[in-house]
């Protein structure tokens, strides 16, 4: 029996999934990586024994990534709760952050008819919601006085890194807003771990992992595929999954229209993020708060997972940015000022500092408009794509763990057709 040949450009999670998955079926796989290690958005760095990740990561405990990392075995550990209780913050002060029904009654952030209007909101969200168009349209649908929408704006945004109401899928966004009150897991020691963990995984199947390995087109050479390399090598294979965004996947193979739709057409969700080493955490400080009133938030992870030296605090601050919104000039100051709200005293206990402008949080919402691309590339014969802007489940890292499974079965199918 021939053994086919898969070939996956993009060595992120999703990139890795399929490989796995791929290999799982005896599918000769090899991944290419353009940067010098894995992982994309998942990859940590080491400061001092501080494990920065991109930004603030959550895995969530309901969601499509923690689902197949645990059905392909992958090890990771860490914490699901936060020390300490959280906070909203408005007009520049402090309230408790509604969450349960305790402490949407004895927050200050609401008035008495607004307590029970938002207590009535959350109940419909989590008895299955459903909406017709944005997210916008669904809470205009619900009349709520201007600081109930916020508040449920703000959860929203904390749910998905989204800041585009007018933009996004109402029903998407609801959904995600109940996977998250499924709870989240912080991570020991970094996302870089399920990076790791797929890595050692992949190869122990046989897959062939190649970093620098940049991949300069994609095309068709006497009815097949074939892969050009920067360095000048070309190679014959039997399918593509391409696991990049949709603009790196559109470059990669111009002349397939429906690549440069999408590239045209995605909506990115960005954010600007700090992330403070602090030598201990300040007295009397909180480890969470959300912004209501302004798109900002705040999280000590540390608390719950091993990221940071003993005795020391990892703390992410983001500025959730609206669709095509740049980072203003002073970006990071808008940060601290966060922290100077929700830690005061944290200045003199620095000891070292990520700052990320505009990162990409996920390369594409899901709109209200028009679907995500599907997996198989249409006019493409054998050509595939994964990624976080791909498939009708889940948004970011779920998004992208549910591509790179289905984007690897669907290119079995076409293997062994």
């Not at 040949?5 to 993009?10: F, H, K, L, Q």
């Not at 990071?332 to 922290?339: D, H, I, K, W």
């Not at 990409?360 to 590339?377: E, G, I, M, T, Y």
């Amino acid at each position: 029996m021939i053994r086919r040949r898969v070939d996956i450009v993009g060595g992120g999670l999703a990139g890795l999934l399929a490989a796995i998955e791929l290999a799982r079926q005896n599918v000769e796989v090899a991944v290419w990586e353009a940067a010098g290690e894995f992982g994309g958005r998942a990859r940590t760095r080491n400061v001092d024994g501080f494990l920065f990740n991109r930004g603030p990561h959550a895995l969530y405990c309901q969601g499509a990534l923690k689902r197949e990392l645990d059905r392909l075995g992958i090890r990771y550990s860490g914490g699901r709760s936060l020390t300490g209780p959280r906070k909203a913050m408005a007009g520049g002060k402090l309230h408790d952050l509604p969450t349960a029904f305790g402490s949407i009654m004895k927050t200050s952030l609401l008035g008495i008819r607004e307590k029970f209007d938002y207590a009535l909101v959350v109940k419909s969200v989590m008895d299955g919601a459903v909406g017709v168009g944005s997210f916008a349209d669904w809470l205009d649908a619900g009349r709520l006085t201007p600081m109930v929408r916020a508040t449920v704006e703000a959860v929203a945004r904390l749910s998905s890194y989204v800041n585009a109401p007018d933009t996004v899928s109402a029903n998407a966004l609801l959904d995600q807003i109940r996977l998250a009150s499924g709870g989240t897991m912080y991570l020991d020691g970094g996302w870089i771990t399920l990076v790791n963990g797929l890595v050692e995984t992949a190869r122990d199947m046989g897959v062939t992992l190649r970093e620098r390995a940049a991949v300069k087109e994609v095309g068709y050479a006497d009815e097949r595929l074939e892969i050009a390399f920067g360095d000048g090598e070309r190679r014959f294979t039997d399918a593509v999954i391409l696991a990049v965004g949709p603009r790196e996947a559109a470059m990669l193979v111009p002349e397939i229209l429906a690549l440069q739709d999408e590239a045209r057409e995605a909506c990115a969700a960005r954010a600007n993020t700090l992330d403070l080493g602090l030598s201990r955490m300040p007295q009397g400080a909180s480890d969470f708060a959300l912004g209501i009133d302004t798109p900002y938030y705040l999280s000590v992870h540390s608390g719950s997972a091993k990221l940071a030296p003993q005795g020391g605090a990892l703390v992410h601050i983001a500025r959730y940015l609206k669709i095509d919104e740049e980072p203003s000039a002073n970006a990071v100051e808008e940060l601290e000022a966060v922290a100077d709200l929700v830690m005061p005293g944290w200045r003199e206990l620095e000891v070292t500092r990520q700052k990320l402008r505009g990162m990409v949080v996920s390369n594409a919402l899901p709109r209200f408009d028009r679907p995500r691309a599907d997996v198989k590339v249409p006019g493409a014969a054998g050509l595939f794509v994964a990624g976080d802007w791909v498939g009708s489940e889940g948004m970011i890292a779920d998004a992208a763990a549910a591509s790179a499974i289905k984007a690897a079965q669907e290119a079995a199918r076409w293997l062994f057709r």
